[in-house]
């Protein structure tokens, strides 16, 4: 069944299963999220059995994703660190969504705004995750001030983080070849070479 | 009660003292809210700790526990020395003016005639008014003689200035004279002050002295007699007015009337000693009447057995050799002089002082019968219930019957409230599992032993034999029938006196009121008080007609008052001796020149014109109102302060006499003496009381009471929880030098240490309610810790004022 | 509690307005602390008419008992001992509970629609077979009041006797208030009666004296009559301005179609993104160079088999 061997392997099958985790933990959180959010979410709750069972499973699911978020980050973090390179990739990113990546700096296995998102999920995971837990009632008790502040922060980040899916999902339907490397783990030779060139070589070799 | 709950709303000043009525009577409290709200009155407190009554006073003043005649009597001195009295009052409606026996002393503490060895006074014949030749009581109308009743007073509480009352009572001086005061305030017509106190005066081997110095404060001032004034003594249980009615103590006989004496073995001399001759010229004595109330008694008992040749069974009434109250029958029963003892709805072993010396006297019983709609802890005094009850089972040999009576919604009959009205229930449910009504278990008990008595014979079997039992069901009166009986009965046609062509009633006809009774065995009358309550007209006490014509809480077709539908008592001294209310705005009864009337039923003769000169209190053969009680209070004629039987400070600052630190005529038995603690061991005052969540030691038993207070706690003040290092919510240990208990120590600001006598004097808050019975958390009983003393006159436990220590646990 | 359906005011997490064709009385519970003895029969009222039941809890030093407010206790009598200037004592006792807010913060923080309604009455009520047991009410309550119940994880706390108001009873509690310290009737004439109260006060030298009503969260149908109306902090903490908190109007305020827009811009954004610019492919060039060297090393392969 491999369709090429020399395809590059982008990520394993423990990446990708830690990935897919993560995923479908957050589109959980999110729908059952939003449904508590805004009544017009509200029979997202549905989704999950019923309203309460909604509330119920909703912080578990979260302590699940917050788990494997934190393996995922941990692999990944090394990969994410931001350099000169990223900078001016970043100073760029207007060229690239406007369609033309000719004058691109040559990136890594990620580019600036991949390690943006990185970044900005790390916090984004950070608050909500500890906000959640403040809000926790069934397990914990904090005055209820902390609760009003942790419930500002824990909505806020919680619209961040699915701003930042948002763009990360458009992302990898917009670069065509790239979802595949979260489902089978390989990516083109291809298509290594045109997003990210320094990686491609690291890989194959290749100083062209 | 003198007046009546809702007649509270007409005071001026409100005194709570000796109670706690906010947290012990809420519902009757309304009345002091409504007095507030519509008259503005004040309300005043004067209490050992800051209750939920001083809570919504308009002043507080603490007083140190069983020093209330102090107190009380400082307020007659200020209402004296600074002419707060209502004069025209005192000089015609008490005996302010009558002349005292030239040999009647009081002298470093002591009364004239007292007999140390006895502990009593033997000889109280100096203790009478000086007669004339006449046979009246000599009077000065100028109150000038030092024999008159009036100077005997000033010269006995002129000791009791205010920084001798401040000394003893540990109220600072200013607050006392704050007190003095508002009270002062109600001198006028215009004003009146009522005073509502419960057991924090009765129980107190003075209580009943205490009640007579708030009864003087109030007739000083005018306020007896008149709306919105009064004694008003608020009764502890739904019921308890009804018991005492219906002469449950063993001196007394239905209506409080008196049983004999071992001497008095002559029915004439009987009754003469019990209908006194008016001791000034025009005066009713109501009391003449005792023998048409006390043979229409043995009619309604004894039916046609009781007739003129048998005195009435006179020789059938036990003749007293004592007093047998409940302290002498346990004294007896820790004596094992006693086989049997039945509790019907009494709780002794909680209810009463000294536990571990009930516990014994329960154990040398060969069988107790508790007839309960609960599981009491008397009923379980065998059990070991670990440090609450800690008792050798194997060695209690006391048989305990356990008879399930039902609760007052399971059956129909009367309430008496305090404010006398005698109140209809009707059933509301069915009782549970073998529950019976207490009648129904009395009822078949007599039958039995009436069989046994037919069968077996006896020693004297009459009594039982002969007692008139006409009931439709034997083994069980029904509430109606007793009730009927209480009224009375005309036995035969009955005629007018003033016109014998006239029948008032026919034979077998309810009776319209004790007017109606009569000495020549023609009427039966179970309880001559009652007499009224369910007339030929039918059930006077289930009525609900709450309509108040004159808008002032009299409410006379409200079920119905003892004595004849009368809601204020004295209600006569409400108008000046020209008949005429003193205060237009306070109209009660007046004279209309024909005969007298108003908003009450006119306690008094009701053709008697004012020039006759009749007093308004009738019941008194001297026609007035007594500041000197003569021979009739066993500790002397003028109240006097004594401390409490175990005193923190160990010394009466009244007199340095040795006998009269304490009541000397206290309910003491010699083998208790030794039970009593010093303030070198026990330093602090202890004072014991209930909690509004709670009903004595029965709601504990309801899962909702328990709820609202749950856990057994004693109060204690900041100070002296900072020197025993005691936090709010430890647990401490209060012990007396008969036991302990252990609670949660509830520290507060709301209790005071106090200065008495030169030293720091701490008081500890004891709440009864718990016991090792019930929903409630399981606690200790309360009374573990209080005395096995006794009033002087009434013989009611001293259960307000001992001695304990504490300590953290 | 109550199931009435065609005057309701306001219905928790629900954008379009609700029956409300039956217009009924404003109406408020008046406690006047003043002539309260902290007695608890509203407490024992409360108990019995909703058929709730606490456990025989302990004594923790204070009269408070069960000492906080809980699912099945929906009043509880708070008992504060207060220093006067003067050296006196005051023993200030507040009957605690749901205020019945003008503007409740509970019911602007619930997401469950319909799980908390307000009557045209006035009363805020907690439907619970709607409530999800999320606790955003206790979060919005200025007052500390709604409570999770640990049997059924849903909120419960007064309904000053929505049942018994229907049907044109008083609630419970003022029903058995032995002292006439519960009041109840239509708000305004509440405000009339507490200011007999406040002028009686004010003569017996409570120069403070006045009604809580507070303004912050639009007035209440709870309301105190207090002797110190400048310190209802006294009264056992009770706020002295109360309002819903910044934080749940920011969390539940404007921000929320704000976000929702936001997140739905994002969204679209990116449709149309990929609409008008069309997919980011691998060019053209470099797959035609990987083709060819796989197939340069495909003929390799072949070569080294041979």
Redesign the interface.
């Known amino acids: 069944m491999i369709r090429?061997p020399?395809d590059i392997q982008r990520y394993n099958a423990s990446e990708r299963a830690n990935h897919w985790i993560v995923g479908i933990c957050f589109i959980l959180l999110a729908l059952s999220g939003l449904?508590?959010?805004?009544?017009?979410f509200?029979p997202l709750?549905q989704l999950f059995g019923s309203?309460?069972w909604?509330?119920?499973l909703h912080p578990y699911i979260g302590v699940v994703m917050a788990f494997f978020f934190l393996i995922m980050a941990l692999r990944f973090a090394r990969l994410n660190f931001i350099h000169k390179q990223d900078i001016e990739w970043l100073k760029r990113v207007g060229e690239m969504?406007?369609?033309d990546?000719h004058n691109m700096p040559e990136q890594g296995k990620y580019n600036g705004g991949q390690k943006v998102l990185f970044w900005g999920l790390v916090i984004g995971m950070l608050l909500i995750t500890v906000s959640g837990v403040l809000?926790w009632?069934?397990w914990v008790a904090v005055p209820?001030?902390v609760?009003?502040?942790a419930?500002?922060v824990h909505?806020g980040a919680a619209?961040f983080m699915?701003?930042l899916i948002?763009?990360h999902?458009?992302a990898a339907?917009?670069?065509?070849?790239t979802i595949r490397a979260m489902l089978y783990g390989t990516v083109?030779?291809?298509?290594a070479?045109?997003?990210h060139r320094v990686w491609y070589r690291q890989i194959t070799g290749d100083k062209r | 009660m003198t007046n009546t709950w809702s007649d509270i709303k007409n005071a001026d000043v409100v005194l709570i003292m000796g109670g706690n009525a906010?947290?012990a009577h809420?519902?009757g409290?309304?009345w002091v809210?409504?007095a507030?709200?519509l008259n503005?009155a004040k309300l005043v407190v004067v209490d050992p700790r800051?209750t939920?009554?001083?809570?919504?006073a308009?002043y507080?003043a603490p007083i140190r526990t069983g020093t209330d005649i102090a107190f009380l009597g400082g307020v007659i001195n200020y209402l004296l020395t600074n002419d707060k009295i209502q004069h025209e009052y005192v000089k015609a409606y008490t005996d302010f003016t009558f002349l005292v026996d030239e040999r009647f002393a009081f002298e470093n503490g002591l009364y004239s005639g007292y007999n140390a060895d006895k502990r009593a006074y033997d000889d109280r014949s100096s203790w009478q008014y000086q007669r004339g030749e006449d046979g009246y009581v000599v009077t000065d109308p100028t109150m000038q003689d030092p024999r008159c009743v009036y100077q005997l007073l000033k010269k006995h509480y002129s000791r009791y200035t205010p920084d001798v009352v401040s000394n003893i009572c540990g109220t600072p001086e200013d607050q006392f004279l704050k007190v003095c005061e508002y009270i002062a305030s109600t001198s006028g017509t215009d004003r009146v002050m009522t005073i509502m106190y419960a057991l924090g005066w009765t129980q107190h081997s003075q209580g009943s002295q205490i009640i007579r110095t708030g009864a003087m404060v109030q007739l000083l001032l005018g306020n007896i007699g008149v709306k919105g004034g009064g004694m008003n003594a608020l009764r502890g249980h739904s019921n308890i007015q009804g018991l005492t009615d219906l002469g449950l103590m063993t001196n007394l006989l239905p209506g409080y009337m008196t049983l004999p004496g071992e001497r008095e073995t002559d029915y004439g001399a009987y009754i003469a000693r019990r209908a006194p001759k008016p001791m000034r010229p025009n005066q009713m004595s109501y009391w003449q009447n005792y023998e048409k109330f006390h043979v229409s008694l043995m009619k309604s008992w004894y039916g046609k057995a009781a007739t003129a040749e048998n005195n009435w069974c006179f020789d059938w009434l036990p003749k007293l050799d004592k007093p047998h109250d409940i302290l002498q029958v346990f004294e007896d029963m820790y004596n094992g002089k006693l086989n049997g003892y039945f509790c019907q709805g009494f709780n002794p072993l909680a209810a009463f002082p000294n536990k571990s010396k009930l516990n014994v006297a329960l154990a040398k019983l060969k069988y107790l019968v508790i007839m309960d709609p609960l599981a009491t802890e008397t009923s379980e005094f065998w059990k070991n219930y670990g440090d609450l009850n800690n008792v050798d089972t194997a060695s209690i040999q006391t048989t305990v019957f356990r008879l399930p009576t039902t609760c007052f919604a399971e059956e129909s009959g009367s309430l008496v409230n305090s404010a006398r009205w005698l109140q209809w229930h009707w059933k509301g449910a069915e009782p549970p599992g073998e529950a019976k009504p207490d009648t129904e278990i009395m009822g078949s008990l007599h039958l039995h032993l009436r069989e046994l008595y037919e069968k077996e014979g006896g020693t004297f079997p009459d009594p039982i034999l002969n007692l008139d039992w006409p009931y439709k069901r034997p083994h069980e009166p029904s509430s109606e029938e007793l009730a009927m009986e209480f009224n009375g009965k005309a036995l035969v046609d009955l005629v007018d006196p003033a016109d014998p062509t006239k029948i008032i009633r026919k034979a077998g006809e309810q009776l319209d009121g004790f007017a109606q009774l009569r000495a020549d065995g023609s009427t039966a009358c179970g309880c001559w008080i009652y007499a009224g309550c369910w007339t030929q007209a039918g059930n006077q006490m289930a009525r609900r007609d709450n309509a108040d014509p004159y808008g002032d809480g009299q409410t006379q077709k409200w079920a119905w008052a003892w004595p004849a539908n009368r809601r204020i008592l004295y209600n006569r001294a409400s108008a000046d001796p020209s008949g005429k209310p003193w205060d237009s705005r306070r109209r009660l009864v007046w004279w209309n020149g024909k005969q007298w009337g108003g908003d009450d039923v006119p306690d008094f003769a009701p053709a008697s014109a004012p020039e006759v000169g009749m007093g308004p209190f009738i019941m008194n053969p001297e026609g007035i109102a007594r500041f000197f009680a003569r021979d009739m209070m066993a500790e002397g004629p003028f109240p006097e302060h004594y401390e409490p039987t175990e005193t923190p400070i160990g010394v009466n600052p009244m007199n340095d006499n040795p006998a009269a630190v304490y009541n000397p005529a206290a309910r003491i038995f010699k083998g208790d003496l030794p039970n009593f603690g010093t303030s070198a061991e026990f330093p602090y005052a202890a004072t014991t009381y209930r909690l509004?969540?709670h009903f004595h030691y029965w709601t504990k038993h309801v899962?909702?009471?328990?709820?609202?207070?749950?856990?057994?706690?004693v109060e204690i003040g900041e100070g002296l929880a900072h020197e025993k290092g005691i936090a709010?919510?430890d647990r401490v240990q209060v012990s007396s030098k008969r036991g302990y208990i252990r609670a949660?120590?509830?520290?507060?600001?709301?209790i005071r240490a106090l200065k008495v006598n030169g030293q720091t004097v701490h008081q500890v808050g004891i709440p009864i309610h718990w016991g090792f019975m019930g929903?409630?958390?399981a606690g200790y009983i309360a009374n573990t810790l209080a005395p096995f003393v006794g009033d002087a006159n009434t013989q009611t436990p001293e259960s307000k004022s001992f001695l304990v220590n504490i300590e953290k646990v | 509690m109550a199931l009435q359906s065609l005057d309701i005011k306001r219905r928790s997490?629900?954008?379009t307005p609700s029956p409300q064709v039956r217009q009924t009385l404003e109406v408020a519970k008046l406690i006047d602390v003043?002539?309260?003895?902290?007695?608890?029969?509203c407490?024992?009222a409360c108990?019995?008419w909703n058929d709730i039941?606490?456990?025989?809890?302990?004594?923790?030093?204070?009269?408070d008992?069960?000492s906080d407010l809980t699912a099945n206790?929906w009043t509880v009598m708070r008992f504060n001992?207060v220093?006067t200037a003067d050296g006196?004592?005051?023993?200030?006792?507040r009957k605690d509970g749901c205020m019945h807010c003008e503007d409740p913060g509970c019911l602007k923080a619930c997401?469950?629609?319909g799980a908390i309604i307000q009557y045209s009455n006035g009363i805020v009520d907690f439907h619970e077979e709607?409530?999800?047991?999320?606790?955003?009410c206790?979060?919005g309550?200025p007052f500390?009041v709604p409570r999770?119940s640990k049997k059924d994880?849903k909120a419960y706390k007064c309904t000053l006797c929505s049942d018994r108001v229907a049907v044109g009873q008083a609630p419970a509690c003022a029903k058995v208030c032995?002292?006439?310290?519960i009041q109840f009737g239509s708000k305004e004439k509440m405000k009339e009666y507490a200011e007999?109260?406040i002028t009686?006060l004010k003569?017996?030298g409570f120069d403070n004296a006045g009604l809580y009503d507070p303004a912050g969260v639009g007035g209440t149908h709870v309301m105190y009559v207090l002797h110190h109306a400048d310190q209802p902090g006294l009264y056992n903490g009770l706020p002295k301005d109360p309002a819903i908190?910044p934080?749940?109007s920011?969390?539940k305020g404007v921000?929320?179609?704000l976000?929702?827009a936001?997140?739905g811009a994002?969204?679209l954004g990116?449709l149309f993104?990929?609409v008008m610019?069309?997919?980011?492919?691998?060019?053209k060039e470099?797959?035609d160079?990987?083709e060819r060297?796989?197939e340069r090393?495909r003929a390799q392969e072949k070569e080294d088999v041979k």
Not at chain 1, 188 to 191: E, G, I, Q, S
Request: charged share 20%.
């Open positions: 090429n020399r449904a508590f959010f805004h009544p017009a509200f709750t309203p309460t909604a509330r119920i969504v406007n369609g990546d809000m009632r069934s209820v001030g609760v009003r502040a419930s500002v909505a619209v699915i701003g948002i763009m999902v458009y339907i917009w670069t065509r070849g083109t030779r291809a298509w070479k045109q997003h | 906010a947290e809420p519902c409290f309304k809210i409504e507030k709200k503005k800051f939920r009554s001083a809570a919504v308009d507080y509004t969540e899962n909702i009471n328990a709820v609202l207070q749950p856990e057994q706690f709010n919510g949660v120590a509830l520290v507060t600001k709301r929903q409630a958390k | 997490a629900t954008t003043s002539a309260c003895i902290g007695c608890k029969a407490q024992a108990m019995e039941r606490d456990e025989v809890g302990t004594n923790v030093g204070v009269y008992n069960p206790q001992e220093e006196g004592l005051e023993w200030l006792i997401p469950a629609p709607h409530c999800i047991g999320c606790g955003y206790i979060t309550c500390n999770i994880g032995p002292t006439g310290a007999t109260r009686d003569e017996r908190s934080m749940v920011v969390w921000t929320k179609p976000a929702m936001a997140l994002a969204a990116s993104h990929y610019k069309g997919p980011n492919e691998v060019s470099l797959e160079e990987m060297e796989d090393l």
